[in-house]
């Protein structure tokens, strides 16, 4: 069964219209990331909420924010998409941000920018 | 910053054929996790390596935390051709003021198989 829960598995915008794409998790776990990932590439962190503790990466631009309104939910909001944006996103999660930080990720959605 | 330096980059092998990748680093690692990722799929967690010198078997994948704590291999015996994705290594690395709680990807090595 997955543990880590994405939707929707892809999504088309129109340059500039706003999008919000989701993610739940049945593990209970107190850490939730978000990650940007480009064809063939690395994952990028975006950031990460650990329980309400908002964490956001120096490089990660203004246009995209995070929203975790309880344990099991996390949303990554995409304020104004640009060209640039269309890419895998990948919402992965961890029990602790500390020693043995092992992190599951969800299938991911990948966003098409039009 | 902190880098994990991954090959190779890419390999193309016969079924059946034994692989080997590795990641390296100029830092020390706490953590070392393989996992791999199927073409428009998430990763998914191979084998997690916790202790330097820490050797360990999922069926036909072994990885080894390297002793020097900087540095991992992962070995795919005879492989079949739903072998195929792209690996990453990952390590959460530790630093000066402790535990980031942030994995460092490798840059992924693409395996491809030929039936």
């Known amino acids: 069964d997955a543990m880590v829960i994405q939707n929707p598995r892809y999504q088309v915008t129109q340059f500039g219209k706003p999008v919000t794409l989701s993610c739940s998790q049945t593990?209970?776990?107190?850490?939730m990331y978000w990650y940007q990932q480009k064809s063939s590439q690395a994952p990028k962190l975006l950031f990460h909420?650990?329980?309400?503790?908002?964490?956001n990466e120096a490089d990660t631009p203004d246009n995209f924010q995070s929203r975790r309104p309880n344990t099991s939910f996390c949303f990554l909001d995409i304020r104004s998409p640009g060209l640039g944006d269309a890419a895998m996103y990948l919402c992965?999660?961890?029990?602790?941000?500390?020693?043995?930080?092992?992190?599951?990720f969800g299938a991911g959605t990948r966003l098409s920018v039009l | 910053g902190q880098q994990l330096n991954q090959s190779p980059q890419s390999m193309f092998i016969q079924e059946g054929e034994d692989v080997s990748m590795n990641c390296t680093s100029s830092s020390i690692f706490n953590t070392w996790l393989w996992y791999k990722q199927d073409p428009g799929e998430g990763p998914v967690l191979l084998i997690a390596l916790y202790k330097a010198g820490e050797l360990t078997s999922n069926g036909r994948l072994t990885a080894q935390f390297g002793i020097t704590r900087k540095d991992s291999f992962l070995n795919i015996s005879a492989s079949i051709p739903s072998d195929v994705g792209i690996y990453f290594c990952?390590?959460?690395?530790?630093?000066?003021?402790?535990?980031?709680?942030?994995?460092?990807f490798g840059q992924g090595t693409t395996l491809q198989v030929k039936p």
């Open positions: 992965a999660t961890s029990r602790t941000s500390g020693i043995q930080n092992i992190q599951y």
């Open positions: 593990l209970n776990h107190n850490v």
């Open positions: 909420y650990y329980d309400k503790d908002f964490n």
């Open positions: 990952a390590g959460q690395p530790l630093t000066i003021s402790g535990n980031t709680g942030k994995l460092i």
